[in-house]
């Protein structure tokens, strides 16, 4: 199973504590004994959900513009942004279960990248648009378009694996945001032939086509 980016010392020091844990276990007794049971079966427990929380597989690369992020549409408006002008804006929610790796929608360039402080509402609320989040906008050859990866209440840390100038192409890793959150798309609608998603679909970075545009 291949790891994602900085999910590697997330993983270790899981594995160092429950190892610990494991041989304390030979060392106490009585009550003592049961704690650290206890605290051993937690720890198991919590490596396994960071191994499935950090996996990281390869995708077969979709047509047209491809989604962002593994999880469920929670939202698709009708928006004026700064920067884009008149756009479509598609909200992914991403579980704890989901993987968390994001993916470029489009070949382009990244122009830039800004980053926010702000709150942690859980990422399925309206308010979580005031949460952490970092934006990255893209030139494309079809225009500019927007990422924002908002953090949520488990998430408490963007990891961008790009930098301003980056040309990126479509379905390569972008960034992971760790431990559930949620991120929006912005689509030019002048450019858009398609919406090829509705509310709740499940969808898989890179790999489902959530637009088709223009040629």
């Known amino acids: 199973m291949k790891i ?7 993983l270790i020091s899981s594995f160092l504590i429950t190892l610990f844990l494991f041989f304390l276990i030979f060392y106490t007794d009585n009550i003592a004994r049961f704690v650290v049971y206890f605290l051993f079966a937690i ?3 919590i490596f396994f959900v ?4 950090f996996r990281d597989p390869d995708r077969n690369i979709g ?3 491809v989604a962002v992020a593994d999880g469920l549409v929670r939202e698709i408006v009708s928006k004026d942004d700064k920067d884009i002008g008149k756009c479509n804006m598609i909200s992914t929610f991403m ?6 790796v994001n993916r470029m929608p489009i070949d382009g360039v990244i122009k830039n990248i800004s ?3 702000g709150s942690h509402i859980p990422a399925f609320k309206k308010e979580s648009e005031r949460n952490e989040r970092v934006n990255i906008l893209i030139k494309s050859k079809k225009g ?4 924002i990866l908002i953090a949520g209440t488990l998430a408490r840390r963007i990891v961008p694996y790009i930098k301003e100038g980056d040309k990126i192409k479509k379905g390569e890793r972008i960034g992971i945001i760790r431990l559930g959150s949620r991120v929006d798309v912005y ?3 002048k450019i858009i032939k398609s919406i090829n998603v509705k509310m709740n679909d499940k969808l898989k970075a890179g790999e489902d086509t959530i637009a088709e545009i223009y040629d």
Do not use: D, E
């Open 4 to 10: 994602a980016q900085g999910g590697i010392s997330w």
């Open 43 to 45: 720890s198991v427990l």
């Open 50 to 53: 960071l191994c499935i929380f």
């Open 63 to 65: 047509v047209g513009i």
């Open 95 to 100: 579980n704890i279960h989901n993987v968390h």
């Open 115 to 117: 980053y926010y402080k």
């Open 144 to 147: 500019l378009f927007k990422i």
């Open 187 to 189: 689509l030019p609608k």
